[in-house]
């Protein structure tokens, strides 16, 4: 009886509600102005985990239905309304509502009346939530930016609702005036435009039938919808172990290194790591302890199932909670008799994130992120729940297990969301509360300049001032030329009166064969040259020395990189008469030949994949010895002469896939297969595909490189270390420098000359507060220590004492050296690349304790300004005075005028012993020699 008058009275408070909405206006909005008061005052205490007194006040059906005390609420009558008379009781009577902390205020209660008065309205699907305070204080900040909404939109654009069980998350996400964003779903008006096709449950759409219609979205004057597909929804689709049940593995953490995933298992069962063996994990599951790891009798009483919810011991605790989709799916898999997937199975073939980018101000702020995966049937899902997601800087921005981010510390954050083998990553900026901040309006040369500016302003960071003409002359010459410049160099640069004087410079230092020396010192290190005794482990003197001047013609004649490296992967015959076969005898194993190619040519690290999928990048093992397979067929053969190999193309050998033991056709990195004639060469193809625009990875990563040069750290950092989980700090920066080198032919100098005329390179590095702590927004220029080749070179000129290195002519440069085995004890204290592996680390650019002991106390510095004699003949030769001596040992080593301070301390100095004057600045030398500000690029 009393169920009956509940539906009844329900129905009836339903119809009540239909007809307030369309008799009367309504002037109150649910959103904005009731939401808000129930979740902080009344929420908290009624919502299915705690309902006091039978009270649930989440829910329209739920207020309607009331709790012990009978009815909660009267859609259309405020004064037969509990609720409203619970919330207007006086503030010392024992029922008021709510009883704890300050009641309502009188323009709450007004309006909560209207709005019972004016039908209650409620959207359909939306659901109450108990708020934290600082939830609350996001959700003000809100309510008063709502005016300065530009735009809305409907996250994803589109939506493809396939077979009945399919459904999708609905984001509307909003962008203010000021560029921050914020995830406004809970609080829009969202219909679908014809209910007859899709419905809307908590902000989930569902299908009903086939057909076509759209999502409408309305929010504070802003309007945005998005097309609806629906097909299949009167069929269902089965479970499917490798679509579904293994996607609950990876969520759930079963098979990470740390559980099942490991190599030998855990607690007796194993699972391949991140899902690698399918077939294997199958397996295991179903043919491993029959009976008792699934039971299709009894699917609830399967061990796997059991252990999963932590009802029977489990090392690893509770995996899912009971009735949830995980479980549900389990059980139906088991249910069905753990059907195994026919070949034909769809296949996942990438994942998208939503929103793809957020500037979220202040702290507590919170944005549901989606992914949707697409399948090779051209089908695609919501894969939000079985997504693993992490944040790489958790105290600035942290995502939960469903993908809810939640912004903490000014900062920024990439939120990476991995599914199947697939990773991709959203990026989260957060910004303080109410922070003064004004767009500055900076000069701009170039393009550079202008995305990274844009970047900065989503930061609020303020740009250093540009950097003085001695900071800049001295900048520019050590980053392309690798020198310091000469006393008369600083001053006629900055006597020079013509506007564009340091475009000029730029373009006078890139025409010397010193910039040419420069880069070709870098690339000797990527490709490894350096000797060895031993045929079998390398390359001879000899041949380095010959490889070594292959490279440096080419770049000296500036061939376009592409086409050197083209050159260099498909070479063969003679390693003395075609030098660059030595790449191919510098490493001469086939796995590491692989990995090298790919980390020196499109910065990828790929060696996971040898033994399992990339745990954090898109690599697999397929990818892996489908890219080894262009690289199984080299031959080599000796000559009469012991220093010589002859590198070949054999024709036979195949990469072996070692789960499957099948043989692996040769595919492109992140590409397809390619046909490739009987006869022809793999790496041949290989290399025409590499050093193409064809090939995405190549010119970002040689953009990368020589920004990072430039700058003392990547876009994309460490420079070798690209992948989805560490991603480029301005994408859209890389992305156009890529795409420019492609436009300029593959022509080096001209992206050095667009890097060094843009007012990015050409900041100061003096800090403000905002850009302080900045190291990746290139807000400021770094702070770099010298490399030890220029430390080297840069010491040997200012003292006038040349070097001797083997293989070289008395005065060449360090730079010039053109074999990694030949060093010397400063070279090696400094850092230098032995060349013995690809990896960018192997250049130690890090200040030590040893490096300034041997400025200090070795001879490098002290017996230098001996032989040199500096600064005696500027004494007893020239006859200078002290302030022309002193103001000349500054441009020599700082690049700088010398201060009045520290002039008339040196002055006085002198004065005081006259007799020793030589010795005082000789002294002075020395200690500018061993200052900071000497060995390191400012």
């Given at each position: 009886m009393n169920r009956s008058l509940?539906?009844?009275?329900?129905?009836?408070?339903?119809?009540?509600?239909?007809?307030?909405l369309s008799a009367n206006p309504v002037t109150v909005d649910f959103n904005r102005q009731i939401k808000p008061i129930l979740e902080a005052q009344c929420v908290s205490c009624h919502h299915p985990g705690e309902d006091k007194g039978g009270l649930l006040l989440d829910t329209l059906q739920g207020m309607i239905k009331g709790g012990d005390s009978g009815t909660s609420l009267v859609p259309g009558q405020p004064d037969k309304s509990e609720i409203l008379a619970r919330v207007m009781l006086p503030h010392d009577d024992g029922d008021i509502m709510p009883p704890k902390g300050d009641p309502l205020t009188a323009e709450q209660q007004a309006l909560l009346k209207t709005w019972i008065a004016e039908g209650a309205n409620w959207p359909q699907g939306v659901a109450l939530k108990a708020r934290s305070k600082e939830e609350l204080k996001a959700i003000a900040r809100l309510e008063q930016k709502v005016n300065r909404i530009r735009s809305i939109e409907v996250l994803p654009p589109n939506f493809n609702l396939e077979t009945k069980r399919d459904k999708h998350r609905v984001m509307v996400f909003a962008t203010f005036d000021d560029d921050t964003t914020r995830d406004v779903s809970e609080f829009a008006e969202?219909?679908?435009?014809?209910?007859?096709?899709?419905?809307?449950?908590?902000?989930?759409?569902?299908?009903?039938?086939?057909?076509?219609?759209?999502?409408?979205?309305?929010?504070h004057g802003k309007t945005a919808v998005a097309p609806v597909k629906v097909v299949g929804a009167g069929t269902d689709r089965p479970v499917s172990f490798n679509l579904d049940v293994m996607p609950i593995f990876m969520?759930?953490?079963?098979?990470?290194?740390?559980?099942?995933?490991?190599?030998?298992?855990?607690?007796?069962?194993?699972?391949?790591?991140?899902?690698?063996?399918?077939?294997?994990?199958?397996?295991?599951?179903?043919?491993?302890?029959?009976?008792r790891r699934v039971n299709v009798a009894l699917p609830e009483e399967s061990t796997l199932v059991e252990?999963?919810?932590?009802?029977?011991?489990?090392?690893?605790?509770?995996?899912?909670?009971?009735?949830?989709?995980?479980?549900?799916t389990m059980v139906e898999w088991i249910a069905n008799g753990v059907p195994k997937d026919a070949k034909e199975v769809a296949t996942v073939t990438g994942i998208e994130i939503f929103p793809k980018m957020c500037v979220m101000e202040g702290q507590a702020e919170t944005q549901q992120v989606t992914v949707r995966a697409s399948y090779s049937d051209g089908t695609d899902r919501d894969v939000t729940n079985q997504v693993v997601f992490s944040s790489n800087n958790d105290p600035c921005a942290s995502v939960s297990k469903l993908g809810v981010v939640t912004s903490h510390e000014r900062g920024e954050a990439f939120v990476l969301a991995r599914f199947s083998t697939y990773s991709v990553v959203s990026q989260f900026i957060v910004i303080p509360e109410n922070l003064k901040y004004e767009r500055p309006k900076l000069v701009e040369n170039n393009y550079i300049d202008t995305l990274v500016n844009d970047k900065l302003h989503k930061l609020r960071i303020l740009p250093s001032g540009i950097c003085s003409d001695q900071e800049f002359v001295?900048?520019?010459?050590?980053?392309?030329?690798?020198?310091?410049?000469?006393?008369?160099?600083?001053?006629?640069?900055?006597?020079?009166?013509?506007?564009?004087?340091?475009?000029?410079?730029?373009?006078?230092?890139l025409g010397r064969k010193e910039f040419t020396e420069m880069w070709v010192m870098k690339w000797s290190e990527l490709l490894q040259m350096h000797s060895v005794d031993n045929a079998n482990e390398g390359t001879f003197y000899k041949n380095v020395l010959l490889y070594y001047g292959w490279l440096q013609e080419r770049l000296a004649n500036n061939v376009p990189l592409n086409e050197v490296v083209a050159e260099l992967l498909s070479a063969e015959g003679s390693t003395i008469a075609n030098p660059p076969t030595n790449y191919y005898q510098t490493e001469r194993d086939t796995l590491l030949v692989t990995e090298n190619v790919a980390q020196v040519f499109m910065g990828m690290r790929i060696q996971c994949a040898q033994c399992h999928n990339h745990p954090f990048d898109q690599w697999t093992m397929d990818d892996y010895y489908g890219f080894m397979a262009f690289f199984t067929q080299i031959g080599r053969k000796t000559t009469d002469d012991p220093r010589e190999q002859i590198v070949f193309d054999r024709g036979t050998g195949n990469a072996v896939h070692p789960v499957t033991k099948a043989a692996v056709m040769p595919k492109f990195l992140g590409g397809d297969k390619p046909e490739i004639a009987k006869g022809e060469d793999r790496r041949a193809v290989m290399a025409k595909w590499l050093a193409s625009d064809q090939n995405p990875f190549f010119a970002r990563n040689l953009s990368n490189i020589t920004?990072?040069?430039?700058?003392?750290?990547?876009?994309?950092?460490?420079?070798?270390?690209?992948?989805?989980?560490?991603?480029?700090?301005?994408?859209?920066?890389?992305?156009?420098?890529?795409?420019?080198?492609?436009?300029?032919?593959?022509d080096f100098k001209r992206l050095v000359r667009d890097i060094c005329n843009s007012m990015t390179y050409q900041r100061s590095t003096k800090a403000n507060e905002s850009n302080e702590n900045d190291k990746f927004n290139f807000a400021k220029a770094q702070v770099r220590r010298l490399r030890a080749?220029?430390?080297?070179?840069?010491?040997?000129?200012?003292?006038?004492?040349?070097?001797?290195?083997?293989?070289?002519?008395?005065?060449?440069?360090?730079?010039?050296?053109?074999?990694?085995?030949?060093?010397?004890?400063?070279?090696?204290?400094?850092?230098?690349?032995?060349?013995?592996?690809?990896?960018?680390?192997?250049?130690?650019?890090?200040?030590?304790?040893?490096?300034?002991l041997h400025f200090i106390n070795g001879n490098a510095v002290h017996d230098n300004i001996k032989k040199g004699k500096v600064v005696a003949d500027m004494v007893a030769k020239d006859k200078k005075s002290d302030e022309e001596i002193i103001q000349e040992l500054f441009l020599r080593s700082l690049g700088r005028d010398v201060r009045p301070e520290e002039k008339a301390a040196v002055i006085k100095q002198i004065q005081e012993v006259p007799e020793e004057r030589v010795a005082v600045l000789e002294d002075v030398f020395w200690a500018l020699l061993n200052s900071k500000e000497f060995y390191f690029n400012h």
């Open positions: 509940t539906r009844i009275s329900l129905s009836l408070a339903t119809v009540g509600v239909a007809t307030a969202i219909k679908v435009a014809n209910g007859q096709f899709a419905k809307l449950d908590a902000g989930v759409l569902y299908p009903v039938q086939d057909g076509a219609t759209e999502i409408q979205v309305a929010y969520a759930a953490g079963c098979n990470g290194g740390g559980c099942h995933g490991s190599a030998r298992g855990k607690d007796g069962f194993m699972l391949s790591l991140f899902g690698y063996d399918p077939d294997g994990d199958y397996k295991r599951i179903t043919r491993e302890l029959a009976g252990k999963s919810l932590g009802t029977v011991p489990h090392s690893g605790n509770e995996c899912f909670a009971p009735g949830s989709e995980f479980h549900k001295r900048r520019v010459y050590i980053d392309v030329v690798g020198l310091l410049p000469s006393p008369d160099e600083v001053k006629n640069f900055v006597a020079d009166a013509n506007p564009k004087k340091r475009e000029a410079l730029i373009d006078q230092l920004w990072s040069h430039f700058f003392g750290v990547g876009i994309i950092d460490p420079v070798d270390d690209v992948r989805v989980s560490n991603p480029a700090s301005n994408p859209e920066l890389l992305a156009t420098l890529a795409g420019k080198l492609s436009e300029y032919k593959y080749e220029v430390l080297a070179d840069a010491l040997s000129n200012v003292t006038n004492v040349p070097m001797k290195y083997q293989g070289l002519p008395l005065g060449a440069r360090a730079v010039q050296i053109a074999d990694g085995s030949v060093s010397d004890y400063f070279l090696t204290t400094f850092g230098r690349a032995q060349r013995t592996t690809v990896c960018s680390c192997e250049v130690k650019m890090d200040p030590a304790l040893g490096q300034a």
